[in-house]
């Protein structure tokens, strides 16, 4: 059975940090797209970051760039976001999906219907 398994979201301060990671079981992790996307109140999900865990390249929203860092560990079959200098739009549910397409990290990143596979969501909330 497939799972994504999302932790580390919670409440911060703006200007503050925070880590999400998303475990994954049940597939095979070295070849395929993981992104995390978020949806705020009231608004559609939106793409934040992925990543192709066959070669590691990335991408970012132009909302996160330099501010967000997505990375992998293909031994614990995580990925993680790591996000600084948070504001209070950043808050949203955060979700972690996965694609058996690594290319789809540079192809349709933020296309969710190349993502088969999603997490439950965590909610990350920036307080002004």
């Known amino acids: 059975e497939v799972q994504l398994v999302e932790s580390g979201g919670g409440l911060v301060q703006a200007g503050g940090s925070l880590r999400l990671s998303c475990a994954a079981s049940?597939?095979?992790?070295?070849?395929?797209?993981i992104a995390w996307f978020r949806q705020a109140p009231g608004k559609e999900r939106e793409g934040v970051s992925c990543?192709?865990?066959?070669?590691?390249?990335?991408n970012y929203a132009d909302s996160v760039k330099g501010r967000f860092t997505i990375s992998k560990d293909n031994a614990k079959y995580t990925v993680s976001l790591q996000m600084n200098r948070l504001k209070p739009e950043d808050t949203a549910v955060y979700y972690c999906?996965?694609?058996?397409?690594?290319?789809?990290?540079?192809?349709?990143?933020?296309?969710?219907?190349?993502?088969?596979?999603w997490g439950q969501g965590i909610q990350v909330t920036v307080s002004s």
């Open positions: 990543i192709n865990t066959s070669d590691g390249s990335t």
């Open positions: 999906a996965a694609a058996p397409r690594p290319w789809v990290v540079t192809t349709a990143p933020w296309d969710e219907y190349e993502y088969e596979y």
């Open positions: 049940g597939f095979t992790f070295d070849h395929y797209s």
